[in-house]
């Protein structure tokens, strides 16, 4: 009868566990769904366009361009924000996970009509 090592079996187990684990993580990423994109120019002083509509659950790839001033975007309702620079493209992903009428906004103060500087985003159950 052969002695069996209790390190190689160890070793053998991790091996397989971790194997096991990348491929169920290679499988979800692949599976994932890359999200609908949502194209949008923060310019002095509206969101084109103001209003997204969207389902729960579905996820939103916000590409965001502002070609005067720097602006941000804001979406407090999902924790979600990003800074948008002339010149560079921002993008901000966001999965609603709930019903109703959100509003979101610009956050960096971008000059006189900033405070009127909002959009909607209507989720459907």
């Known amino acids: 009868m052969t002695a069996v090592d209790p390190d190689m079996q160890r070793r053998d187990l991790l091996a397989s566990a971790a194997t096991s684990v990348l ?13 609908r994109v949502v194209t949008m ?3 002095k ?5 103001a209003t997204v509509q969207a389902r729960k659950g579905e996820k ?11 602006m941000g975007f804001s979406l407090p309702d999902f924790h979600a924000r ?15 996970d709930r019903a ?13 009509g900033h405070e009127t500087m909002n959009g909607t985003l209507v989720v459907t159950g």
């Open 82 to 96: 990003t800074d948008v620079v002339p010149g560079k493209a921002a993008t901000l992903e966001v999965v609603p």
């Open 23 to 35: 491929a169920g993580l290679a499988a979800w990423t692949i599976a994932a769904p890359p999200g």
């Open 60 to 70: 939103l790839v916000f590409q965001l361009t502002a070609p005067e001033v720097p």
């Open 100 to 112: 109703g009428t959100f509003t979101f906004l610009c956050d960096v103060f971008c000059g006189e």
């Open 45 to 49: 002083w509206t969101f084109v366009p």
């Open 41 to 43: 120019v923060a310019r």
